[in-house]
Nanobody, 126 residues
């Protein structure tokens, strides 16, 4: 079965950086679509960035453009999110997500487009 495991969260001061990782198993990694979402307490889960795992094509939410970078290591079936210039409003649980249909959808930031989710990793910015 598909398993997504996030790591790399933690507590940092404003302006700091973190790198999140998402290791995928049981998933056809090289011909699919994955994304990073965040969810702050009491708020909806929203997409920050997505990557087409075959082409490497990426999209970002406006709020993170220029600060976050999504990348991958196909040999390791692992996706990353480099977070830089962190702000207190970036504090949230960060989730990795993967589609179950084999391609990226236009509404990539809609959580309903993803069939697989990791357990989340907490990022706290003070």
């Amino acid at each position: 079965h598909v398993q997504l495991v996030e790591s790399g969260g933690g507590s940092v001061q404003a302006g700091g950086s973190l790198r999140l990782s998402c290791a995928a198993s049981g998933y056809t990694y090289n011909r699919n679509c994955m994304a990073w979402f965040r969810q702050a307490p009491g708020k909806d889960r929203k997409g920050d960035a997505r990557i087409a795992t075959g082409s490497g094509n990426t999209y970002y939410a406006d709020s993170v453009k220029g600060r976050f970078t999504i990348s991958q290591d196909n040999a390791k079936n692992t996706m990353y999110l480099q977070l830089a210039s962190l702000k207190p409003e970036d504090t949230a649980m960060y989730y990795c997500a993967a589609v179950s249909r084999g391609y990226c959808i236009t509404a990539w930031a809609d959580r309903r487009g993803y069939g697989y989710w990791g357990q989340g990793t907490q990022v706290t910015v003070s």
